[in-house]
């Protein structure tokens, strides 16, 4: 079943997303087992922006674990993989404005682009 809302690699899931699904207690096993859709919003998307950022930026994923448990865990604390060459802090802080826990604080796509 492919979701009609939600699709893509747990590693650039908004927290909201992974608690989500963990409040349901349904697992992502292939990616396309759970929807997540009442936390799918745009804020959802500005999260995987930076999530896209940071790897053009460093060739890693922000939250990769050894396994799909420990990258969510590391989504939820925000436990982000630090490369060993430092991000230009513009960049950075365009990145760290997308990884902000609270959607509520954090930027939509319009702020980025304002930013």
Not at 92 to 110: G, Q, T
Request: hydrophobic letters at 30%.
């Amino acid at each position: 079943m492919k979701c009609t809302h939600y699709s893509g690699h747990v590693n650039y899931s908004a927290p909201e997303i992974i608690s989500e699904e963990t409040s349901t207690n349904q697992l992502i096993i292939d990616n396309n087992d759970y929807c997540g859709e009442g936390n799918f919003t745009e804020k959802a998307e500005t999260w995987s922006l930076g999530c896209c950022l940071f790897y053009l930026v460093t060739k890693m994923d922000p939250f990769e674990g050894n396994v799909v448990k420990e990258t969510k865990q590391n989504i939820l604390k925000l436990k982000i993989n630090r490369p060993k060459e430092p991000i230009d802090p513009v960049i950075n802080s365009i990145i760290m404005k997308c990884f902000e826990r609270d959607p509520a604080k954090r930027l939509d796509v319009k702020g980025i682009i304002k930013y």
